[in-house]
């Protein structure tokens, strides 16, 4: 007997938003308004998507290995260092979906090619892909989303996130540090370098790169920094006669695009029936340190039970236009969800390419690495941003 292909996701939130729109569950108000505010954040994350990818393909995260491996000069403890730093500013700028799915593979590659443990790396990988997601409004999703009520607010995301974002990353490598301080202790030999098959391609794509975190920085809409971006690197690749490094279907992630806009529909959809209600009464109100503490603990609880983007979307109404609750909101969902491997796409991500890279990690592997920084990390980001406020 012939066993049944699964429905894939993307085709259930297809149905299920053209269902909720053309019943009228979602008000038509609402879905425009919903439209206004992720539309560009959609189109963000798929040049987003495209320029990590066609960086990526030009060697960029290779090379960075390497120049770790090098600047290392054999001291295994260094190395670790150093792969912690590009793990932090590949998910500050490219965020954390594409430190998992790209970065991931080449620092593995680079501690089998080091005779090093490649677990430590992995994990230190993982727990950066997602606490090292508050730098930056672009770092991930949920930032974005929170930045554009920042905005109304008259807010600045880095003036508000700085203290807590800082306070995640030094948390998560003090605390990984002392977990892998046996491991990391000894020297390598250095494999020699990799040549990169286009030097040319290599530097456009760094300059590329470069020039768009500073935009990011500078208060360009993410979105148009990101398509100028990608259509540069595109234009360059194509006229350096280089193939690209997946299918030109899949340099756009449309089915993971779908899925998104599928969650958006659904949670907006349910807040027009009630839901923002019953989450409010869970979350308290206020921004003492009492009640921020509150919010913190239902979307730890939130993120990890379901997922982070769903979790953020449904409990943003309880966090209002209050500065202090959306920041909190954050950190909650954005350094929280390391308890379990369906916390953030980032992990499920990463854990698919440890699959691919033959690396097994246990789902115990990943709880355990959770229970050690999650409750840490989101308590100190939250002093962090109390202190600072």
């Known amino acids: ?48 998507t495209v320029v990590a990818e066609l960086c990526a393909g030009a060697g960029l995260f290779d090379a960075a290995a390497s120049l770790a491996a090098r600047l290392a000069r054999g001291r295994r403890w260094v190395l670790w260092v150093l792969v912690v730093v590009l793990a932090t500013v590949s998910t500050a700028v490219l965020s954390l979906d594409t430190t998992a799915v790209l970065l991931t593979p080449v620092v593995i590659a680079l ?13 230190a990988v993982l727990a950066l892909a997602n606490t090292a997601s508050l730098v930056l409004p672009v770092s991930n999703l949920t930032n974005l989303l929170a930045d554009h009520t920042l905005r109304r607010a008259g807010v600045d995301y880095l003036t508000l996130m700085w203290a807590p974002a800082l306070a995640a990353i030094v948390l998560t490598v003090v605390l990984l540090a002392v977990r892998d301080r ?27 790169t470069g020039v768009m975190a500073v935009a990011f920085v500078a208060g360009v809409q993410p979105a148009v920094a990101a398509v100028v971006a990608a259509a540069a690197l595109l234009v360059v690749t194509l006229v350096r006669r280089r193939p690209l490094p997946v299918p030109a279907r899949d340099l756009v992630p449309w089915r993971t695009l779908v899925v998104v806009a599928g969650l958006f529909v659904v949670v907006a959809t349910a807040h027009a029936h009630g839901l923002d209600e019953v989450l409010a009464t869970a979350s308290g ?42 920041a909190t ?61």
């Not at 239902?298 to 109404?317: D, I, W």
Request: hydrophobic residues 55%; contains cysteine.
């Open 1 to 48: 007997m012939a066993r049944r292909r699964p429905v894939p996701w993307w085709l259930v939130a297809v149905v299920v938003t053209v269902v909720v729109l053309a019943t009228g569950w979602l008000p038509g108000d609402d879905a425009l308004e919903l439209l206004e505010r992720t539309g560009p954040v959609l189109v963000f994350v798929a040049a987003l």
């Open 111 to 123: 501690a089998r090619r080091t005779h090093t443990p490649p677990l430590p790396f992995a994990l």
């Open 182 to 208: 046996r491991v990391l202790r000894g020297s390598f030999d250095a494999a020699p370098p990799r040549r990169a098959a286009d030097a040319t391609l290599l530097r456009v794509a760094a300059a590329t």
């Open 285 to 326: 109100e206020g921004h003492d340190p009492g009640a921020l503490a509150r919010l913190a603990g239902v979307g730890v609880l939130a993120a990890n039970g379901v997922n982070n983007l769903p979790a953020y979307l449904a409990l943003e109404p309880a966090a209002g236009a209050d500065p202090l609750r959306v």
């Open 329 to 389: 909101l954050l950190i909650a969902t954005g350094a929280g969800p390391l308890l379990t491997p369906w916390g953030s796409l980032a992990t499920v991500l990463w854990w698919q390419r440890c699959r691919q890279v033959m690396l097994g990690v246990p789902a115990a592997t990943i709880v355990r690495q959770g229970l050690l920084l999650a409750p840490v990390v989101v308590l100190g980001a939250l002093a962090a941003l109390v202190a600072t406020a």
